[in-house]
């Protein structure tokens, strides 16, 4: 049977939730190839230009804002590993809830970096994954960004679980730094080397393997042609995404014992 890709029957080991982030990574690889499908549009990120009425602000900020509200009405915050870009602008679910397995403290609630994950997408990813330039698929473009930074978003967020497992693990070691708020000791505490070496090794190939056009005979396979620079996909796991998870990891031990 297919394997779903947040965790299946709830289990939360080190083990399960670094296999739930090895997942993640395909959707946010295969998102990295729907982007760049389109130039960089600017026009989409332009609050001046799409003059939506009664809205004010640029087009993506229009289809993120529009399709939260719509999914949040849908039951997708109920789950805790999701996180919206625009929680102020919510409506609430208005279908049954599901009894999701609730692993993390209630500090949790109070965590969410999407408005870092934003800035450094729009910043630092945009203008090394796409072409410049622009073809008019404004909507289409706000729509690829949207499911690009959920995945992401999701996988930085995850951090807490992953948080939550490494406290459960060992609390004698993270207790006294927590309560020292000793941030660059828990940093220190919760970092592996080794593995966050394998994730960008491992996403790296990803991208070359997902992003290669497949032919049906070998002369088409020695010219490969890819659909994005795979060093883009590695580049900023080191450089952002898995910072980020580690911030938001530190943030959630910091409110372990609240
Ligand atoms: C997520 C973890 O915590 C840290 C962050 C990692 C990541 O974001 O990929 C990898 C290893 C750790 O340094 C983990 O231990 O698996």
Redesign the pocket.
Known sequence: MAQAESNPGNVYT?ES??KG?VRQEDTIVYGLIDRARFPLNSHTYEENYSKIPGFCGSLVEFVVQNTEAVQAKAGRYQNPEENAFFPEHFPLSIVPSYPFTQILHPGAASININKSIWKKYFDELLPILVASGGDGNYAQTAASDLSLLQAISRRIHY?KF?AEV?FRESPQDYEPLIRAKDREGLMKL????S??EM?RKRVEKKAMVFGQDVGLNGDDEKKVKRKFDPSVASRS?QKW??PL??EV?VEYLLRRLD
Request: hydrophobic share 50%.
């Open positions: 080190l939730v670094r982030l951090g992953v490494k919760l970092t592996f080397e593995v966050e994730v796991y995404i898995i998870t580690k990891q």
